[in-house]
Each structure stands twice: as structure tokens, then as C-alpha cells.
């Protein structure tokens, strides 16, 4: 029964980490470097998009994609704590290290 | 007072913190030595994994850097940013499970191997030297604009402060300097920047000024249009747009972003942290501390770009600012009368171009330029030798802990006591300072660039193996060797070919698909991705033990 709720864990892990992967893609290699130019047609304020995007932006987002994934991980440990002590009980309780 | 009493002021006291931390948190044993006994928390090692990261390279080279390459640059500023993604969620959390010392270590028990270990050990050392070299040149520059003493005193001063504390605290005493050296760091490069923020545009937060419309004094319009306007003007390539083609751009980003995630002095620091929650929590705090430098950086080199055009442009030489004249003292600038006008023509032709300005006083220099208060400008010399020291130490510390613990206690002589072990992790760094000392003296390229290629070889060896043995549970010791050595080798031989064999090949038509050697570490990264997959479907399966070790380091720790 354990591997079961290890088995979700883990693909629930890879789920969130290909999400926020390709996000981190979209802005840095989309928007910073295979798109730049095209966005730079765009202007807010002082900053052409592209350019924004290159310089700065994408550092924000990157920012952003870890306390995401830190928010999302932290609940799905809680979740598999919960399940693997359900699961374990009279069983070999899993040792916590 | 005169800057050079302020940096002697700011100097003493920093200097002095870091000797007195050094003495507070002397290492009694190897797990305090290699991991400061593995309970720092995620705050404090966010700061010192920010200070470790950030090197002279960031501190002093990187806003010069990008100012001269102007939309170009960004490969560093997302490459040594978006690394940190790859660090958080592909590596740190699985890397603290597993909750030992090293990198090789890793590779080692990962791969059952001890010929993994040592290859693992070999590129440790080798990236971690190329790396410590440019922090001790970049510490040097300082030591001999700020102080003006020699370089070569320079270099020896910052050897004797690093030697210090890491040979008595190791990663104990390098964690809590580097807390401190964090500090320093990041308030000697905001308080310049800000101030001239203010001064050019009248905002204060340097983010937002980079976007916005120049005071009056600086003659209006937005910065960067203005900046734009400026280099057309005198030939100089517009500051907006991109020189290199996209797919250079694109692998250099990369390289630097897998380079990033795979250097063995970041990743260790993952393993101070006492649990795996902890490892995620201070990678985010680490890219927060990061990114409030790498965010204003770009502010940096627009301004500092500006103000230098605006300065030096067509002025009478015999009228230059005192600036001028001490940065010419050591090289870092210089005017040639090509004309014999007496003026400077500062433009983009080389042909009638008569000032050569070095990138590294872009940083170092951009608060006399701009004339901001003494002790403003002293602040950026404390500033450049904390980043460049807190690297040292990080760096030594890898190439100390692969030789003590990986090669000698894990390989070779695996009878030696505790006691012994840290014996000889406190010689290795010695030894290893000596040799740092000699190439910060007699340094092979800028500080950058020498760094960019530490990065090539970290992506091209390091990552693919460490990703693969948390992700692909299949992947043998057989899959990972052979990948390391193709991408290590395919990546050096090209660096070392274009960059010390055949320098004069080195332009975009010799180029691999046009891509240059700063970039080939991402190719490297491929090779060795494809090797690994390829040999392990013709090879056996690694032991069941070793397949539940990659169970084990994918869960989190059960509370």
C-alpha cells in the first residue's frame, strides 16, 4: 500500500515540476531570446517587451516558479504524510530518518 | 576624508568580521567541516548560497559586461538566474534527501563506482580552479585600484583572509562569513545604484529607472531610448538590440542555466540545511537574494553607459576628472590622441576610436563617474572583495572536500581516522590557495570569461549525471561514466581549441552551427545525455540496492 501512495507522490511531483518547467522556458528562452524581437514591437513605458522581458522580466518569473513549486510541494508532503501514516499503521511505520 | 581612508575604513572592519566569525565557528569535526554539521537554516543559507554564488564575476565584471553588450547580455543575467529553477526543482530537494557531503559522493554511491567517484572528483577540481582563479584576479583588481598596492600583494592579502577562515571553520565558518559577506555585497552595489538612480532619473528603485525618463540635467526622454539614440549616433551598436545570432544567445543561456545547476560549490550548500523542506524553502530565499542584484544590474550597465558617453565624449583631454586619471594608472582606461585634437573621440569604428575603456571599471568606477560621496565610491571596493572572497571559500571548499573525503577517505584510504581526514581537507585547501594564488596572478582572460567556461564544463559533465540518477532510475554506472567523459571532453577540447590552440579560428564562421565556445557546454550537455541513454540500453541494470537509493532520495522524509 505504501508504494501506491509513494507511486502518486512522485507522479505528482512530475507533474508540478513539468508545469513550472515550461513556464521557466516560455519566458526565458520564448520570451527573452526566440521571441524577443517580435515583442519588442510592444512598448510599455521606457522598456520595449522583448527587451523587458530579457533584462528583467524573466528574472522575476523565475522567482516567482520557486515559491510556487515550494507552495505546491509543501502541501503534497503534507498529503503523503498523511497518507503514508494512514497506511502504515501496524505496518513497518516507515522510518521518519 | 578621501576614498582611500574611507576603503581602508570599510576594509579593516569587513575584514575584520570575517576573522572574528572565522574564530568563532572553528570546525571540531568532518561533518561540521563539510557541511557545517547540517543545520543551518534555509534563511541564512539562502544568503550564503547568494554570496556564494556571486562572484567577482557578478559583482564587478557582469553591469560592465552587459553595458557593453547591451540586449546581448542577457545570457548572463536569465543563464545565472534560471539555473536556479533547474537547482530547486530538479536537484536540491533529491540531493539533501540523499544527505551526504559531496557531489562525488553522489556520483559515487549513485553509480557504484569508484572510477565515477574519481571522475566526478576530477571535475570538481578542474571546474572549481577554473573558477577560483577569476575570483582571486577579481579580488586582485580591488586590492590595487582601491588600495594601490600591486596586484601580486593584492592577490596574496585576499589568499591570507580566505586561507584563514576556511582552514579553521570550513563549511561552518565559510556559511556564516558568507551570511556576512552577503551583507556587505549587496549594500556596496544597491547604494551606488540607487544613488544613481535618483541622480539620472529621479527614482530610486534603479528596476524602475532603467524604464524611465531621464531629469532634465541628463537632457529627458526615456534611458534607453536616449541610450539607443546616443550609440547610433557615435556607431556604436544600438543598446536594445541583439549583435549575436539567436542560436549563440540561446546555447549560451543554457549552458549558463545547466552550468549553474551543476557547479559542485552551489549544490553542496544544499546539503547544510536540515531536511529536505528546508533545502526548497532556502533555494527560493537564495534566488530572491540573487535576483535583487541581478535585477539591478541591467539598471546599472544602461546608466553607467550613459553617464560614461555623456562624460568622456569629445572632452578636452587635458580637462578629464580626476577619475580619469587614477583609472588610467592602472590600464583599466586609456586615451589615445589618434587625431592629435586633444580631445577624446569616443565612438564605435575602431579605426578612429581613441578610448579604451576596460569592462570591469564600469562597476568599480561608476560612482566616481558619476560623482557620488567618498565613501560611496569605498563601499564598491568592500563590496567586489566580499563577493569575490565569499566565492573563494565555496570553491576551495569543494576542491578540499574531493580530495579529502572523496579521493582519499572514500577511494584510496579508506582506514584513515576522522581526525586524519580533516587533516588533510584543511592541507588540500592550502595547497589548493597556492595554486589559486598563482593563476590570480598571472590570469588567462577576463574574470567573466574565464568564469563562463567553469560553467561549460559543470553543465557538460555534472548535470546530466546527477539529473539522470534521481530521474531515471535505470541509468547504470556504465550510462553515466561514458556520458561524463564525452561531454567533459567534447566541451574542453572545444574551449581549448578555439580559445588557447587555434585563437585566430575563433569567429562564427568556425563555429559548431555558430555556436562559440561560451556556449558549447549546452552541446556538451546533449552529448552527454545521449551517450548515457544510449550505452545503458546495451549494459546491465544497476543493483536492486542502488534502485532503492533513487526510491528513497525521490520521497520527502516522513514527520
Known amino acids: 500500500m505504501s508504494d501506491n501512495s509513494a507511486h502518486d507522490y512522485w507522479r505528482a511531483n512530475i507533474r508540478i515540476v513539468l508545469w513550472l518547467l515550461s513556464v521557466w522556458f516560455l519566458v526565458s528562452f520564448g520570451a527573452g531570446i526566440l521571441f524577443v524581437d517580435a515583442l519588442d514591437t510592444i512598448r510599455i513605458g521606457g522598456f520595449k517587451l522583448g527587451f523587458w522581458f530579457a533584462q528583467q522580466g524573466s528574472i522575476f518569473v523565475f522567482v516567482i516558479l520557486i515559491f510556487v513549486y515550494i507552495h505546491l510541494m509543501d502541501k503534497l508532503d503534507d498529503k503523503f504524510n498523511r497518507d503514508s501514516r494512514g497506511e502504515n499503521k501496524g505496518h513497518d511505520g516507515g522510518s521518519s530518518e | 576624508?578621501?576614498?582611500?581612508?574611507w576603503t581602508y575604513i570599510f576594509v579593516f572592519l569587513t575584514f575584520g568580521l570575517y576573522i572574528g566569525i572565522a574564530v568563532w565557528s572553528r570546525a571540531g569535526s568532518t561533518n561540521e567541516f563539510y557541511v557545517a554539521g547540517g543545520g543551518v537554516p534555509p534563511l541564512a543559507n539562502g544568503m550564503a548560497t547568494a554570496a556564494d554564488w556571486m562572484s567577482a564575476a557578478s559583482f564587478i565584471s557582469m553591469a560592465g559586461l552587459i553595458s557593453f553588450l547591451g540586449r546581448d547580455?542577457?545570457?548572463?543575467?536569465?543563464g545565472w538566474t534560471g539555473g536556479y529553477v533547474l537547482l530547486a526543482l530538479l536537484l536540491a530537494p533529491y540531493l539533501r534527501k540523499f544527505g551526504k557531503f559531496t557531489v562525488p559522493d553522489f556520483i559515487g554511491d549513485r553509480y557504484y563506482s569508484r572510477t565515477a567517484r574519481l571522475i566526478a572528483v576530477f571535475c570538481a577540481i578542474v571546474i572549481s580552479f577554473v573558477y577560483v582563479c577569476g575570483q582571486m584576479q577579481g579580488a586582485g583588481i580591488v586590492f590595487s585600484r582601491f588600495l594601490e598596492v600591486d596586484i601580486t600583494v593584492g592577490v596574496l592579502i585576499g589568499m591570507t583572509i580566505v586561507f584563514f577562515y576556511a582552514v579553521l571553520g570550513g563549511m561552518k565558518g565559510i556559511t556564516y562569513t558568507q551570511v556576512a559577506q552577503y551583507c556587505v555585497l549587496i549594500f556596496a552595489f544597491m547604494?551606488?545604484?540607487?544613488?544613481?538612480?535618483?541622480?539620472?532619473?529621479?527614482?530610486?528603485?534603479?528596476?524602475?529607472?532603467?524604464?524611465?525618463?531621464?531629469?532634465?540635467?541628463?537632457?529627458?526622454?526615456?534611458?534607453?531610448d536616449r541610450l539607443d539614440g546616443m550609440s547610433t549616433e557615435l556607431g556604436f551598436a544600438v543598446y536594445t538590440e541583439g549583435q549575436r545570432s539567436t542560436q549563440d544567445?540561446?546555447?549560451?543561456t543554457a549552458a549558463l542555466m545547466f552550468g549553474t545547476a551543476g557547479l559542485p560549490h552551489v549544490i553542496i550548500r544544499?546539503?547544510?540545511v536540515p531536511n529536505?523542506?528546508?533545502?526548497r524553502h532556502s533555494a527560493g530565499y537564495?534566488?530572491?537574494?540573487?535576483?535583487?542584484?541581478?535585477?539591478?544590474?541591467?539598471?546599472?550597465?544602461?546608466?553607467?553607459?550613459?553617464?560614461?558617453?555623456?562624460?568622456?565624449?569629445?572632452?578636452?583631454y587635458a580637462s578629464v576628472p580626476e577619475w580619469f586619471t587614477t583609472w588610467e594608472t592602472t590600464n583599466l582606461i586609456s586615451f589615445n590622441d589618434k587625431n592629435g585634437d586633444g580631445r577624446i573621440q569616443y565612438v564605435g569604428d575602431p579605426e578612429t576610436n581613441e578610448l579604451n575603456v576596460n569592462r570591469d571599471i564600469m562597476v568599480l568606477a561608476n560612482p566616481e563617474i558619476a560623482g557620488l560621496p567618498n565613501w560611496v565610491v569605498a563601499l564598491v571596493a568592500a563590496g567586489g572583495l566580499a563577493a569575490a572572497l565569499s566565492t573563494a571559500a565555496g570553491l576551495l571548499l569543494v576542491i578540499s572536500t574531493a580530495v579529502s573525503h572523496d579521493m582519499l577517505k572514500r577511494s584510496f584510504m579508506p582506514g584513515i581516522s576522522e581526525k586524519q581526514e580533516l587533516l588533510y581537507a584543511r592541507i588540500a585547501i592550502f595547497v589548493a590557495v597556492l595554486i589559486a594564488g598563482y593563476f590570480g596572478i598571472n590570469p588567462p582572460a577576463y574574470v567573466a570569461q574565464v568564469v563562463a567556461f567553469a560553467f561549460g564544463l559543470a553543465a557538460a559533465s555534472f548535470f546530466p549525471a546527477i539529473v539522470l540518477g534521481i530521474f531515471q532510475k535505470r541509468m547504470?554506472?556504465?550510462?553515466?561514466?561514458?556520458?561524463?567523459?564525452?561531454?567533459?571532453?567534447?566541451?574542453?577540447g572545444y574551449i581549448v581549441y578555439f580559445r588557447f590552440i587555434n585563437p585566430a579560428a575563433d569567429n562564427a564562421e568556425n563555429w559548431l552551427f555558430g555556436i562559440s565556445p561560451e556556449g558549447i557546454g549546452t552541446v556538451g550537455t546533449l552529448i552527454n545525455l545521449a551517450v548515457a541513454l544510449t550505452v545503458v540500453r546495451f549494459t546491465p541494470e544497476p543493483p536492486l540496492e542502488v534502485q532503492e537509493i533513487v526510491e528513497d532520495i525521490r520521497l520527502p522524509e516522513l514527520t
Open chain 2, 286 to 316: 537564495a534566488l530572491v537574494f540573487i535576483a535583487i542584484l541581478y535585477t539591478t544590474a541591467p539598471a546599472v550597465a544602461a546608466f553607467a553607459r550613459t553617464n560614461l558617453i555623456n562624460t568622456v565624449d569629445n572632452l578636452e
Open chain 2, 270 to 272: 544544499f546539503f547544510t
Open chain 2, 476 to 492: 547504470n554506472k556504465e550510462g553515466a561514466i561514458a556520458g561524463m567523459i564525452a561531454g567533459f571532453v567534447f566541451t574542453a
Open chain 2, 191 to 224: 547604494v551606488p545604484a540607487i544613488f544613481i538612480s535618483i541622480l539620472m532619473t529621479g527614482i530610486p528603485i534603479p528596476q524602475l529607472g532603467f524604464g524611465a525618463e531621464l531629469t532634465d540635467a541628463f537632457g529627458g526622454g526615456y534611458l534607453l
Open chain 2, 276 to 279: 529536505v523542506r528546508a533545502a
Open chain 2, 249 to 252: 544567445v540561446f546555447f549560451i
Open chain 2, 1 to 5: 576624508m578621501t576614498v582611500q581612508i
Open chain 2, 73 to 78: 547580455g542577457t545570457f548572463y543575467l536569465m
